[in-house]
């Protein structure tokens, strides 16, 4: 299925967890930061910026970090495996320009940004990003699908 987007964000939700999709909309350098190495890659304007929330929760922290990445290009980090910290992170973060989304990977501990962990319900859903938008297969019965339109805005006194 292909969803047209440009600078509005796509909500992908089923059950209790989902995954927030925008088009990164610009071509900029990505850091990706492990405990022993950093990897840069490029990010072209098609590419997709994904955040997972496989336990669910407030859609709002998944918007500021798709901005963090997409507008203020933070780096990402990367634990190792088997880090005590992975099952704290409730969104994860993906960049690239086709993502799948995988129950059975650790949260955090992938810098190989082609994929994405993500609930059972949401797993096994490949993201691609076009010119227009963003293709999504498969779409299963269950899986509801929402434009979100969001501008951060700040105002000086």
């Known amino acids: 299925m292909m969803y047209p987007l440009i600078d ?7 059950g209790h967890s989902f995954l927030l999709v925008a088009k990164a909309n610009a071509l900029f ?3 990706i930061e492990t405990t022993t190495n950093e ?6 304007p098609a590419d997709l910026v994904v955040v997972s929330a496989p ?12 901005e963090f990445v997409r507008t203020y290009h933070l780096p990402l980090i990367v634990l190792p495996k088997d880090h ?3 099952k704290r992170f409730t969104y994860l973060v993906s960049v690239a320009p086709e993502i799948t989304t995988d129950c059975s990977i650790q949260r955090g501990t992938h810098p190989e940004q082609h994929l994405v962990c993500s609930s059972e319900e949401l797993t096994g859903i490949t993201l691609k990003g076009t010119r227009h938008g963003v293709e999504i297969f498969p779409v299963r019965a269950g899986i509801s699908l929402y434009r ?10």
């Open 8 to 14: 509005e964000l796509l909500l992908i939700r089923t």
């Open 29 to 31: 350098g990505l850091c």
């Open 39 to 44: 990897y840069c890659q490029t990010v072209e």
């Open 55 to 66: 336990e669910g929760g407030a859609i709002e922290p998944a918007m500021m970090l798709i």
């Open 84 to 86: 005590p910290g992975s």
């Open 148 to 157: 979100i339109k969001c501008q951060m805005k700040t105002e000086s006194a």
